[in-house]
């Protein structure tokens, strides 16, 4: 084994606090929920109200059973809820930590990106500060 370079403390704390391997493979199944374009634009449609997947599907240009089949993954990780109104479904983010992590992310790539790629990701943030 190598001999590490680490303080004794830093190397005790690392053991302490070092997540399970069950736990670092949840994270790695929550994240991989969000490498997809049409799942983190659906949760960027669902942060500013509730939608149905017939309005979901027409206001981002999906076919309906795209939306539905992205919905239940969505669903199946505990990103989204649902309420019913007689016939109609309605989803919304289950928690408002969702939407944090979504801005975190945003943000985080904001203050990374080259400066030909920051006006036109700031603008987009300045919408959405808007609309609260």
Known sequence: MAELVASVKTCDLVRTYLPSNQDLADM????SVFCDVTRVKMLSALSI????V???ATL???NQTTVSHQLKIL?????????REGKI????????HVETVMNVGAGYLIEI?????????EADSDLDSEKE
Request: aromatic fraction near 10%; proline fraction near 5%; include cysteine.
């Open 54 to 56: 017939g309005d979901l």
């Open 75 to 83: 669903r199946d990780a505990g990103l989204v809820s649902t309420r």
């Open 49 to 52: 109200d509730e939608l149905c």
């Open 60 to 62: 981002l240009s999906l």
């Open 28 to 31: 790695c199944a929550f994240f």
């Open 113 to 121: 990106l080259p400066p030909s790629r920051k006006n036109s990701a």
């Open 89 to 96: 479904i309605f989803y919304r983010l289950a928690s408002e």
